[in-house]
């Protein structure tokens, strides 16, 4: 044996020697018992306070739904110019944004801006063809351009549609009411009311048609 194959083989007893003390020693690291944490349970997440690692993370607010908001906060306050402001900038990042054109309807209608207003709830019913709150909105917009019959078909299309939500009745019933059609236009006024004893101007315009005695 050469001086280096001795070598060799003395290293290999130092290794072996120093492995099997140590695993008959007991001192080393078994699972879940001898990893103890060094700081305090509070400071430990996942342990005490799983919260701090499995908690989700708050969603950002995305930029057209936030503008959105900043227009519906300006209308609360009367702003209407911010409000403008707002749709139109949500409107160039999501041309096609339902809540976005149903408030730029809304805020047309208030400027009288009739034609424009239509094109915006034809947009509308274009993107969704059984949107009722278009269908209504339209109507009220047709009547207000003169177009009658018009008006009439999407108000009952909104009626068709939903039911059971008071406004669309009382929306007919405002149109018929304008256009002379008293009968048709008590009928609904009582269907409104029926469905939200909430609507007042409904309770008011039955009370007018029935107990004045007007002409039907």
């Known amino acids: 044996m050469t001086l280096f194959q001795l070598g060799l083989l003395i290293a290999a007893a130092i290794v072996f020697w120093l492995f099997f003390k140590q695993l008959f020693s007991g001192s080393y690291p078994k699972r879940g018992i001898d990893y103890e944490a060094s700081l305090p349970d509070e400071h430990i997440g ?49 041309e096609n944004n339902v809540e976005a054109l149903r408030r730029k309807g809304y805020l047309l209608l208030e400027d009288e801006a009739y034609e424009e207003a239509k094109a915006v709830y034809e947009k509308l019913l274009a993107i969704d063809p059984d949107d009722d709150i278009a269908h209504d909105a339209l109507a009220n917009t047709l009547h207000k351009l003169g177009d009658d019959e018009a008006a009439q078909a999407h108000h009952r299309r909104a009626i068709a549609i939903d039911g059971n939500y008071a406004p669309h009745y009382f929306n007919y019933a405002n149109t018929l009411y304008d256009m002379g059609l008293k009968e048709g236009a008590l009928a609904n006024y009582k269907k409104a009311y029926a469905l939200d004893s909430s609507i007042e101007a409904a309770k008011e315009m039955i009370e007018k048609l029935e107990g004045k005695g007007e002409e039907k």
């Open 46 to 94: 996942g342990v005490s306070r799983p919260d701090k690692i499995f908690k989700k993370a708050t969603p950002l607010p995305d930029r057209t739904e936030e503008l959105i908001g900043l227009a519906d906060e300006a209308i609360e306050k009367g702003d209407l110019l911010e409000a403008r402001k707002a749709i139109e900038s949500a409107l160039i990042r999501d």
